[in-house]
């Protein structure tokens, strides 16, 4: 008998160990680079480019072992916050505002041509999301009361304002965060889905607006990502950036397309400023004060790194996952 007990805990012992082996973690790649990164865009497992403030851009080639830099000539004070790119040549980025810019490369970023500007009072641009190679949607703040949305049909080359009448209507004190460039996500080929934040936070999916249960009430509350796993279970992620160890009301599953919410058994350890599906139940999300992985779809929430990261990204292409942060911060998972 004290023999089968030892055999039994000898047993539990190698799946604790084994496990622990195989625990996800996040390897630093690269930090330094005077900018706050918060564009991600992972081609393949090979081409990374990431985009941030003071105009700098960054591409990798190698799978992130070493990093071009650059600053983009002209926009040295620009904050490009949100980045496409398709192939290692050609990328778009999206310059925040004051005025707001997009700019396209197709030659591996040696030079860029404005193909987008909007000198607008109030503008302000917070995401960009392309349903396929040619059509891409940028959506903004709202201006006189309505969400702002530019479309494009040529991938990148031109863009054209949605007339604002047309556009969704905005709560008085509800906006968008820019803060990884995935508060909008491609819902279908045909569609996007879309979150705000601040005072009224809210899903607009399919041509409705529904009420989330997500923290608002406060400029800096409200959802800051969602990432969607088919037609109808989506993870939306936030909370407030002013307590970025809150975990109240953080983080919000709907397997109905938003018509019902819950909240994780085990919830996100932080504010968290972008979610991503990675593939079957697996889903990450990072914020200011680290980063959690998922196995069983959102329920449980595993801290797997204290390092700060704004955004993370799977490769389009691939099974990479990268992320990016302050200071020049990138970062790859392991062991996924």
């Not at 990675?278 to 992985?293: A, E, P, R």
Request: aromatic share 12%.
């Amino acid at each position: 008998m004290a023999y089968q007990f030892k055999i039994f805990i000898y047993s539990i012992c190698l799946i604790v160990c084994s496990e622990s082996l195989l625990a996800q973690k996040v390897n630093l790649l690269s930090s330094g680079t005077k900018s706050s990164l918060r564009g991600l865009s992972v081609v393949n497992d090979r081409i990374i480019w990431v985009s941030g403030s003071n105009g700098m851009i960054g591409k990798s080639i190698d799978s992130g072992k070493t990093f071009i830099w650059q600053v983009v000539k002209g926009y040295e004070k620009t904050e490009f916050r949100d980045i496409e790119a398709f192939n290692d040549s050609t990328a778009l980025i999206m310059g925040i505002a004051s005025p707001a810019y997009i700019l396209r490369t197709t030659d591996g970023g040696v030079n860029w041509k404005k193909v987008y500007e909007n000198n607008n009072p109030g503008m302000f641009l917070d995401a960009m999301e392309f349903l396929d190679s040619q059509n891409g949607i940028v959506i903004g703040d709202p201006l006189e009361g309505r969400i702002f949305i530019a479309k494009t049909f040529d991938g990148g080359s031109t863009w054209k304002d949605i007339p604002l009448q047309n556009n969704p209507i905005a709560d008085s004190g509800e906006a968008f965060f820019a803060s990884s460039g995935t508060n909008i996500r491609k819902f279908n080929q045909q569609e996007a889905v879309f979150v705000s934040g601040g005072l009224s936070s809210h899903l607009f999916i399919k041509g409705k607006k529904i009420p989330l249960p997500i923290i608002q009430g406060k400029q800096s509350t409200g959802a800051n990502s969602i990432a969607v796993k088919n037609n109808k279970m989506l993870i939306v992620v936030g909370g407030d950036f002013n307590t970025k160890d809150s975990n109240i009301n953080n983080c919000f599953i709907t397997k109905n397309a938003g018509k019902d919410w819950y909240a994780p058994e085990i919830p996100l350890h932080g504010y968290r400023s972008c979610v991503e599906w990675l593939n079957k139940n697996n889903w990450i999300s990072c914020g200011l004060n680290g980063v959690d992985f998922s196995k069983d779809d959102g329920n449980t929430w595993n801290w797997i790194s204290k390092e700060s990261y704004h955004v993370c990204r799977k490769s389009k292409n691939g099974k990479s996952v990268f992320f990016a942060g302050n200071g020049g911060r990138i970062g790859k998972l392991i062991d996924f």
